[in-house]
């Protein structure tokens, strides 16, 4: 075990030393300028990324008196989820929420590791199409959502290194949060 995880996390320190910190700074500015809602969709372990990046981005800022984004994971309502899959599709279930409600003023954090989730595909293609804001999260190639996104943030891993790529994505999180905390209300 001790073997695994020695090369496990020497794996992950490469990766993050691989980070493009100008996508970073790309995604903060558009956090700062985005007037209406952020968006963040993502399946398993990326909803949970989208559920604490809300927590974070969100609740954490503002009462801290810091920032009040608009931010709201649409992962986490799980009877709108499971209706939505029952009645249309999963593919339907980010699309369906972001139809006829997400616009220009708006910005979409879609996760996903393989870039190919069709869920997320058809949501980025939607609110590309209403000319909101993408920043995708990606891992392994980075798929299709690596091209639909006008920001990348991307983790370039062999296919199925799921954990990696998530661990990154969340600690993408943790480097804005952290980032805003320091800045305090200035």
Do not use: W
């Not at 599709?89 to 980010?94: A, D």
């Not at 879609?110 to 909101?132: D, E, L």
């Not at 983790?155 to 998530?166: C, D, P, Q, R, S």
């Amino acid at each position: 075990m001790k073997k695994f995880a020695k090369k496990y996390i020497n794996n992950l320190i490469a990766l993050l030393q691989e980070i493009d910190y100008k996508s970073v700074e790309a995604i903060v500015e558009v956090l700062n300028s985005t007037k209406g809602t952020i968006y963040i969709i993502g399946n398993g372990g990326s909803a949970a990324t989208a559920s604490h990046m809300v927590n974070d981005l969100g609740v954490g800022l503002k009462r801290r008196g810091i920032k009040n984004f608009n931010i709201q994971s649409l992962s986490d309502n799980t009877p709108v989820c499971s209706a939505l899959a029952n009645d249309i599709g999963y593919k339907n279930i980010f699309y369906m929420q972001l139809k006829d409600r997400i616009n220009e003023n708006d910005t979409l954090i879609a996760i996903s590791c393989s870039g190919n989730s069709k869920n997320i595909v058809k949501a980025v293609k939607y609110a590309k199409k209403q000319n909101a804001a993408i920043v995708g999260l990606t891992g392994f190639d980075g798929g299709i959502l690596k091209k639909l996104s006008d920001i990348s943030f991307h983790i370039a891993t062999a296919k199925n290194e799921y954990g990696l790529v998530e661990d990154a994505h969340m600690i993408l999180d943790h480097i804005i949060y952290s980032y805003y905390i320091s800045k305090g209300n200035a």
